[in-house]
């Protein structure tokens, strides 16, 4: 059974540009959630994906945009980077419950460099 | 609004010592609780987690934690480390009622083990 995947790995990019980074969530699972985590830091959480909707967001500009795709997969875009948008981003999947979600799953995560 | 505080952002203990991470939360009700790991180069892997019941939870590589509401604390232990266990560690909550389940981390605890 597959756990979370998320590509690519690493990724270089200059200020002002955009970026679109991937998740495939566990086998299952059917909500993705994105965290950013800088260096030193706790992650943070940025938004839900569930049902193709975007449930809940975090404390982010709008330049952090998302999509969930039919399959449940999901991207994470970031227009007009910044070197603070330097982190390493996390994808998280769950199943989404009566009471809410169950237990989070965390991906390897794409580490992002803004130059 | 909910908040994590890790006290001790590095912590270092020798091979076969006890080891403690602690955590205490801020939250209007009783939240639930993570513990997880995070190996260098890589994402988060669950430790341990309480939601209902029992106090004493009891997780992966021999790590346990106790929920103690008078005291809003989650610490994480364990009775004899190892070499292996030298990795970052971040306690999360969140809220049952608030819906969704968001997680909020701690700014993490650098566990190191010398011999």
């Known amino acids: 059974d597959a756990g979370v995947t998320q590509s690519p790995t690493h990724l270089i990019k200059t200020r002002g540009q955009q970026v679109t980074l991937r998740c495939s969530p566990k086998s299952g699972h059917d909500t993705v959630s994105w965290y950013q985590q800088a260096l030193g830091q706790g992650p943070q959480f940025i938004f839900q994906y569930y049902e193709e909707e975007e449930r809940q967001r975090g404390n982010f500009p709008d330049r952090f945009s998302g999509h969930q795709f039919p399959n449940y997969s999901s991207e994470l875009n970031v227009n007009a980077l910044l070197l603070g948008d330097s982190a390493l981003y996390l994808c998280?999947?769950?199943?989404?419950?009566?009471?809410?979600?169950?237990?989070?799953?965390f991906g390897p995560g794409t580490r992002l460099t803004v130059l | 609004a909910q908040s994590v505080t890790q006290l001790g952002s590095h912590v270092s203990v020798s091979e076969g010592a006890l080891v403690l991470l602690r955590c205490n939360y801020s939250?209007?009700?009783?939240?639930?609780l993570f513990w997880y790991v995070q190996y260098p180069n890589q994402g988060l892997q669950l430790l341990l987690k309480?939601?209902?019941?029992?106090?004493l939870v009891k997780g992966i590589n021999g790590f346990e934690a106790e929920f103690k509401k008078s005291e809003t604390s989650f610490h994480l232990t364990k009775p004899s480390a190892h070499m292996s266990d030298a990795a970052e560690y971040f306690c999360a909550v969140s809220d049952p009622g608030g819906g969704y389940n968001k997680l909020i981390f701690g700014a993490g605890t650098r566990l190191a083990v010398h011999p």
């Open positions: 309480y939601t209902t019941g029992a106090t």
């Open positions: 998280a999947s769950s199943l989404t419950l009566a009471g809410g979600t169950d237990t989070q799953y």
């Open positions: 939250s209007s009700v009783p939240p639930y």
